[in-house]
C-alpha cells in the first residue's frame, strides 16, 4: 500500500498571503494525486485531480504541482473562506490512501 | 444538481450491526462507481469500501474486511453498506462519493454527500 504522508500538519498564514502545503507518497503514483478541502461540518470538496487540473468551480487561486512522489498544492492569495484542512489522496493504486491532512489557520 | 444523502446512522453497541444507506439524484447512478469514506471525530478521512457500476467489482479496506458489506440497486438509485461485528474503532461519520465524471479517474471521488454520524458505544 501507498503511505501518503502530508506537512506541514498546521500553517498559519495571514489572508492574502500565499499558502503552499506539501505532499509526499511513499512510491510514485505519476500524476494520480487529487487534493480535497474540508471545512468544518462539511464533506470533503474536490479541489484538484491529476495533480494540477482544477476541478469544475474551483478557483484559479489554487494550483497543483508535482508528480511521482513530490506535490504541491498552492494558494496564492488566501481569502477568508480558504481557511479549512487539505487531503492529499493517491489514487493511482488500490487502496486509494488520504495523506492525514494539513490544516490552513488564520495567523 | 447532484445529491448524495446518507441514511442510517445511530448508536449500536460493540458487536452490533447497522446498516447505511446513500440516495442518489442528479445523475446516472447506474453509471458511476461508489464509494463510502469514513472520518472519526477529530480525524482524518479513511477510504472504506468502493462498488463498481454494475457491483462486479468490490473492493474493501483490510480495517473492515470480513465485516462490511457494500451493495447498490441501480433501481433505486441507492448505495449501501451493511456493517457487522461493529467496534468502537468505527465510531466516525460515513461518507458516500461517487466516482467522479474524470476520464482516467476512477477513484477520484466528488461529489459526497453530507455524512451520517455511526458510533460505537457501550
Known amino acids: 500500500e501507498i503511505v501518503m504522508t502530508q506537512s506541514p500538519a498546521t500553517l498559519s498564514v495571514s489572508p492574502g498571503e500565499r499558502a503552499t502545503l506539501s505532499c509526499r507518497a511513499s512510491?510514485?503514483?505519476?500524476?494520480?494525486l487529487a487534493w480535497y478541502q474540508q471545512k468544518p461540518g462539511q464533506a470533503p470538496r474536490l479541489l484538484i485531480y491529476?495533480?494540477?487540473t482544477r476541478a469544475t468551480g474551483i478557483p484559479a487561486r489554487f494550483s497543483g504541482s508535482g508528480s511521482g512522489t513530490e506535490f504541491t498544492l498552492t494558494i496564492s492569495s488566501l481569502q477568508s473562506e480558504d481557511f479549512a484542512v487539505y487531503y492529499c489522496q493517491q489514487y493511482n493504486n488500490w487502496p486509494p490512501f488520504f495523506g492525514g491532512g494539513t490544516k490552513v489557520e488564520i495567523k | 444538481e447532484v445529491q448524495l444523502v446518507e441514511s442510517g446512522g445511530g448508536l449500536v453497541k460493540p458487536g452490533g450491526s447497522l446498516r447505511l444507506s446513500c440516495a442518489a439524484s442528479?445523475?446516472?447512478?447506474?453509471?458511476?462507481?461508489m464509494n463510502w469514506v469514513r472520518q472519526a471525530p477529530g480525524k482524518g478521512l479513511e477510504w472504506v469500501s468502493s462498488?463498481?457500476?454494475?457491483?462486479?467489482?468490490?473492493y474493501y479496506a483490510d480495517s473492515v474486511k470480513g465485516r462490511f458489506t457494500i451493495s447498490r440497486d441501480n433501481a433505486k438509485n441507492s448505495l449501501y453498506l451493511q456493517m457487522n461485528s461493529l467496534r468502537a474503532e468505527d465510531t466516525a461519520v460515513y461518507y458516500c462519493?461517487?466516482?467522479?465524471?474524470?476520464?482516467?479517474?476512477?477513484?477520484?471521488?466528488?461529489?459526497w454527500g453530507q455524512g451520517t454520524l455511526v458510533t460505537v458505544s457501550s
Open positions: 462498488i463498481s457500476s454494475s457491483s462486479s467489482y468490490i
Open positions: 491529476g495533480a494540477s
Open positions: 462519493a461517487s466516482r467522479a465524471p474524470i476520464v482516467g479517474a476512477t477513484k477520484v471521488f466528488d461529489p
Open positions: 512510491q510514485s503514483v505519476s500524476s494520480n
Open positions: 442528479g445523475f446516472t447512478f447506474s453509471s458511476y462507481s
